[in-house]
């Protein structure tokens, strides 16, 4: 398996595309580390990773709150003695035409996006930093590289995240660490659910492979940059968009 033996600490990965990250990474052998704000639905994935027979751990963290990631990860390296993988994916959205945007709701989606990344990647890192080792991967989106109507702030904490990891990547190279993100464009989850048929269909019509994603072409893409494959890339974006910027 790729990631044997692995140490793999995900966040917000209770549901959704995080949940598929998991699951695919712990499918390769990695220990995965459940970390979602919402303990209760952390706890039940994680039991339910351990069912099928999957190495499977959880922690509650605020990943806005710099001593709720620092607590989480002291207890995991107190329990497992190292992370080798990072995944930064925790994030929301606060959908606003820009005139109509409150400050609550660009402070809210660039602290939990933007801050998270960068509370998650600092504390994280300094282990890595020990071992000489590590993948760390950002969950971006497409929406930072090509601009949404009604996401400024989105969009803002997307390419926030871009620059940050081409920054931190020149960094921590000389010591072995990557890091790299993942743009994913329309991925079908519970949020695009909620788009009528004719939303959904004028979103695929500007879609060159003519359909939404799936949190497994995102998880595939993940499992790529955390694996040996991927040693000699760092400071990259990998568009997981079906052609829609092209």
């Keep these: 398996m790729k990631l044997d033996d692995q140490i793999a600490l995900i ?14 990474l712990a499918g390769e052998g990695a220990t995965v580390i459940i ?60 959908d606003n035409l820009l005139l109509r945007m409150s400050e609550a709701e660009w402070d809210s989606v660039i602290t939990v996006n933007l801050r998270g990344v960068f509370n998650c990647t600092k504390i994280v890192s300094r282990a890595m930093l020990k071992a000489h080792k590590g993948k760390i991967i950002n969950i971006a989106s497409i929406i930072g590289i090509i601009g949404n ?18 920054s931190v990547a020149r960094e921590l190279a000389s ?30 019509q ?15 893409a993940c499992l790529f940059l955390a ?5 000699y890339i760092t400071g990259q974006t990998i568009v997981v968009d079906g052609g829609m910027a092209i």
Excluded: W
Aim: glycine fraction near 10%; charge should be neutral.
């Design 11 to 24: 966040t917000g990965s209770a549901r959704g595309i995080g949940k598929e990250i998991a699951l695919t």
């Design 35 to 94: 970390s979602d704000i919402n303990e209760e639905l952390a706890q039940k994935t994680t039991e339910e990773f351990i069912q099928n027979g999957l190495k499977a751990d959880h922690y509650a963290c605020d990943v806005t709150k710099t001593e709720s990631v620092a607590e989480m990860v002291n207890k995991i390296l107190d329990k497992y003695k190292r992370i080798d993988i990072l995944v930064n994916n925790a994030g929301i959205t606060k």
């Design 149 to 166: 109507i009604g996401q400024a702030n989105y969009a803002a904490s997307k390419a926030g995240i871009i620059g940050f990891a081409k």
């Design 175 to 204: 010591r072995g660490i990557n890091v790299n993100n993942i743009a994913p464009g329309y991925i079908a989850t519970d949020m695009t659910a909620k788009l009528n048929d004719k939303a959904r269909e004028a979103i695929s």
């Design 206 to 220: 500007n879609i060159p492979m003519g359909r939404l994603g799936t949190a497994k072409d995102v998880a595939g």
């Design 227 to 231: 694996s040996k494959d991927a040693d």
